[in-house]
């Protein structure tokens, strides 16, 4: 069972999965909210569980398969169909995203679609001021803590609508 609760920070939303299953669920109902032009960021240890979130918010975002999603570890993104067109990105290789890496990341987050960004903390510089941030730290060998942070009033919002959100049928 997912727990959740809220941060005396109203722009912050913590939930606890204790299982891969979950933590997509978690993720399927961020995709299911996201809208086109949205950025995440997602943060954490290795394999904390960012692909498996990535996999929940495509699924979310109504991609055919999860199985379509892996990490772009060795090429820097992937895109995907869905309802809205999916960037998906990872920054692990990276060093920190600039440059040409830099440039492309920038213009993806003008694309039409939503951006899902893996190891988004070596590119902090250049993320959009307004984004989400996710954050996963592992809490055991199943269970991990997930953090939900709204950077700017458009993702204060979207926090407000996933509070409204939760325990609706899935």
Do not use: C
């Amino acid at each position: 069972m997912v727990s959740m609760s809220r941060s005396k920070d109203e722009g912050m939303i913590t939930f606890v999965s204790k299982s891969p299953l979950e933590t997509k669920k978690i993720g399927s109902d961020i995709g299911r909210l996201l809208r086109e032009n949205d950025v995440v960021a997602l943060e954490g240890d290795l394999g904390a569980g960012k692909t498996t979130m990535v996999k929940g918010i495509a699924k979310g975002l109504g991609i055919a398969s999860e199985r379509d999603v892996v990490s772009p570890t060795f090429v820097l993104i992937h895109e995907y169909p869905a309802r809205k067109k999916i960037y998906h990105m990872d920054w692990y290789r990276l060093k920190s995203v600039e440059g040409a890496d830099a440039l492309l990341a920038e213009e993806y987050f003008n694309a039409d679609g939503v951006v899902l960004i893996e190891w988004a903390e070596r590119g902090k510089n250049i993320l959009p001021s307004e984004h989400l941030r996710i954050r996963l730290k592992h809490q055991g060998p199943e269970t991990r803590l997930i953090t939900v942070d709204a950077k700017g009033r458009k993702y204060q919002v979207f926090l407000e609508s996933l509070k409204k959100f939760k325990g609706q049928p899935r």
